[in-house]
């Protein structure tokens, strides 16, 4: 193969990537664009503020749980036929999520968008991963793959935000639907087929399994992080280990598991998955903090937010793109490592931040999201490279399922560490009646909204107690960072360089 032929990838493929970056864009669209919309959906729905964290949260729960399954049977099925089918149950549940009257319906479409959102993640990246064999070409195109899913969560703020203002907030929902059309009338002229032939059927036992580990595990982490240690927390945290150990069990036995465990045995492999969820917990929660914080402490409205968040898309498309150009010349955990570090500056200057102080957020979340894109790109591209060609469904499912859960862990756990420190920090003012109490100590956004009948200086008091919990989130997220950055460094330093021959898998 010529010099030319390995460095420009067939055109077929190109067109094929550029429709497969629609609906990536759009699930990573859909992970943040509530962020904004969340104070025109709380007006007009009134939820409660466990009901606004299940609504941010439910959509990447349930596509964390489903990932698994869906990613082997779109191995087993076709992975254009479940990218079609996803695609279309997406768009439909989004009309449906974008009218309706109560909070609780909204949670269960936010659930609903997470299983047809579970359809199309694993497939788009094993798609690439069969239409990109080079190893080179592979890494761009997860690079930009990455980019769009990342840029979609960039991007979703500053869409919300524009489309709050002009329609109503249901209307975030039904960017789904051009898109769908899109990708139903143009991906079979332009995709390809893959599937691996074995002709099992998927093992519903092992599907039941997989879910009954993972949800209660995340509901555990949730509740934990909102209540504190209850019978509930220990009862989630157990069913969900002892539902994950025998998951884990029927998969070394099986001859057609629905994961192959023994992808774990690679150490590039697990130490990969490890850092994008410590990554995307860190990236999830900033995201939600700061989004927060651009709107109820400094009063921007949702169009002026979401351009402050500009910036930082700039900063993630840039390590995205250039992150896998530099893994040519540079061993990929020294990247990854070291942008990770650089990022903790930003998890600094949030840490730091006190009242008037937008434009040092704003640029403290660029430098996070510096390091979403370097390990996005990166990471991904470890994971599923070292899977063959017929696990490469698997291994994106695996490589899905820890960034979603990392986001969606993100949002509760540093959501409800930043809500205990809100509320430790409030001193009830006197004379408002039980439910001006119970709204100005149940959250920011609650407060604001009946800021008209709190006392002088009490609304200024909550957003700095507010402030507080986004510093003290921040320097948790950022311990983590530095763990991960280390731990790239010191464990995956024998990955080699983009377009040399892969070596063993060291006993480290």
């Known amino acids: 193969m010529s010099m030319h032929q390995r460095s420009a990838a067939p ?4 067109a094929g990537m550029a429709l497969l970056a629609l609906p990536t864009f759009l699930l990573g669209l859909d992970v943040t664009v509530l962020y904004l919309v969340l104070p025109a959906m709380a007006a007009d729905l009134a939820p409660s503020a466990t009901q606004v964290l299940w609504i941010m949260d439910a959509y990447g729960f349930l596509l964390a749980g489903f990932l698994v399954t869906m990613g082997t049977l779109g191995d087993r099925v076709g992975r254009r036929r479940l990218l079609m089918i996803g695609i279309a149950a997406f768009a439909a549940v989004s009309v449906f999520a974008a009218f309706v009257p109560t ?12 299983v047809a959102g579970a359809t199309l993640m694993p497939s788009t990246l094993a798609l690439i991963s069969n239409m990109f064999p080079d190893p080179r ?23 919300g935000g524009v489309l709050v203002e002009t329609f109503w907030w249901g209307a975030a929902f ?6 769908a059309v899109v990708v139903l009338l143009l991906g079979p002229a332009v995709l390809p087929e893959y599937r691996d032939g074995c002709g099992e059927r998927v093992d519903l036992v092992s599907v039941a399994l997989s879910l009954a580990a993972v949800l209660p595990i995340v509901y555990a982490v949730k509740r934990v992080a909102d209540y504190g240690l209850s019978v509930s927390v220990i009862v989630g945290a157990v069913m969900g280990t002892l539902a994950g150990w025998g998951f884990w069990r029927r998969q070394r036995r099986s001859d057609n598991p629905l994961l192959d465990v ?12 490890t850092v994008l969820l410590v990554g995307l917990v860190g990236v999830g929660g900033s995201m939600y903090l700061v989004t927060q914080y651009l709107q109820l402490v400094e009063g921007l409205s949702p169009f002026v937010a979401g351009l402050w968040m500009g910036p930082p898309a700039l900063a993630m498309f840039i390590a995205a793109i250039g992150a896998p150009l530099l893994a040519r010349h540079i061993r990929p955990g020294y990247i990854m490592g070291g942008i990770l570090s650089v990022s903790c500056v930003g998890y600094l200057l ?7 102080d937008e434009l040092p957020v704003a640029v403290g979340f660029a430098f996070v999201y510096l390091g979403l894109g370097a390990i996005a790109a990166l990471g991904t591209d470890i994971v599923v490279g070292t899977a063959p060609a017929s696990k490469s469904g698997s291994a994106a499912s695996l490589s899905e399922t820890v960034q979603e859960l990392g986001i969606t862990i993100g949002v509760a756990v540093l959501g409800s560490l930043t809500t205990a420190v809100y509320r430790s920090q409030l001193t009830t003012p006197d004379g408002l009646a039980r439910d001006e109490v119970a709204a100005f100590t149940d959250s920011l956004s609650a407060a604001t ?8 200086g009490a609304l200024v008091e909550a957003q700095q107690a507010f402030t507080t919990g986004l510093n003290i989130a921040s320097g948790v997220a950022g311990g983590a960072i530095v763990v991960v950055a280390v731990l790239c460094m010191r464990m995956l330093r024998h990955v080699p360089r983009l377009g040399q021959p892969k070596q063993p898998n060291p006993k480290v």
């Open 11 to 14: 055109a077929g493929a190109r």
């Open 103 to 114: 909070a609780e319906l909204l949670i269960a479409a936010r659930a609903l968008l997470g």
């Open 137 to 159: 070409q592979r890494a761009v195109a997860i690079g930009v793959w990455a980019t769009m899913f990342a840029g979609g969560m960039a991007a979703g703020p500053i869409l």
């Open 174 to 179: 039904l960017v789904a639907v051009p898109i």
């Open 262 to 273: 023994a992808l774990f045995r690679n150490t590039a492999f697990s130490v990969a998955l």
């Open 350 to 356: 949030l840490a730091s931040a006190g009242l008037d």
């Open 449 to 456: 909204a009946i800021a008209d009948q709190l006392p002088a």
